[in-house]
């Protein structure tokens, strides 16, 4: 049993940076508070994602020669449905997963455990390897910053988290992370519930988190329905080009 979340994708850029602002709360309201945490995408976000797409490319390609043209068929499929799912709501992040995969197989025609068996070796596994030389060159330093000022670190993906924070070499500096098919989401942005999830394991109300992501339609959207503000990563027009711009919102020196 699920339902179905719409959620309005109109955002106001506003600011140097591509800051969304929530509405302001009134006068008095006790929940006017100072940034005190940022909730971080990763995909595309924390690592280049042109270079990363390339080497997969190149390896899929040769994988492909060897599986035979069932495995980007699946692949494919296992991503438009991704696609397809935004803006539903499952009970848990089990029932999305589920659902993604057995719409997958429907599309494709491929089998679910063959799915499900290369999507965690080509999707989840397989770049792991190629993070390290991916990551943007300012997150690392980012991150220490935040920390040593008392800033609160969450990350929120569509997918699996934790083996690429190690790899990217910045899990010990992250308060928290999910991601969609996490227990108590169960949604791919731009739902909030994952946003409001991390807010609630940093501490933090709505109004003190800073979301920072390189999709406006999801990153910019998933955090204004969460009351959140927002940062756009890569747009030279409305956002920021380096991870350290975000850095001054918190009043501390890049």
Not at 99 to 114: F, T
Not at 152 to 167: R, T
Request: charged share 20%; net charge neutral.
């Amino acid at each position: 049993r699920r339902t179905v979340l719409h959620v309005s994708l109109e955002l106001d850029p506003c600011g140097l940076c591509g800051l969304v602002v929530p509405q302001a709360p009134q006068t008095g309201d006790p929940r006017l508070s100072p940034l005190g945490g940022v909730i971080f995408d990763l995909d595309g976000t924390l690592y280049h994602e042109g270079p990363m797409r390339r080497r997969m490319l190149l390896e899929l390609g040769l994988g492909t020669l060897r599986l035979g043209l069932g495995l980007p068929r699946a692949l494919g499929a296992w991503r438009k449905e991704r696609e397809a799912l935004r803006g539903e709501v499952f009970p848990t992040g089990l029932d999305l997963a589920q659902e993604q995969l057995k719409r997958a197989a429907h599309r494709s025609g491929i089998p679910e455990p063959q799915i499900q068996t290369w999507v965690h070796q080509w999707m989840e596994q397989r770049p792991l390897r190629h993070l390290p030389s991916c990551a943007r060159e300012d997150l690392r330093g980012t991150f220490e910053a935040l920390s040593k000022g008392n800033i609160s670190i969450g990350v929120f993906s569509d997918h699996p988290v934790e083996e690429k924070l190690q790899a990217l070499g910045v899990a010990d500096l992250v308060q928290a992370s999910c991601c969609a098919t996490s227990e108590g989401v169960g949604a791919f942005k731009p739902d909030p519930r994952g946003f409001l999830l991390l807010a609630g394991r940093m501490g933090l109300v709505p109004e003190q988190v800073l979301v920072v992501g390189d999709r406006q339609d999801a990153d910019g959207a998933g955090a204004q329905a969460a009351g959140m503000q927002f940062c756009l990563l890569g747009s030279a027009a409305s956002g920021i080009q380096g991870l350290t711009e975000v850095l001054p919102l918190f009043n501390i020196k890049p």
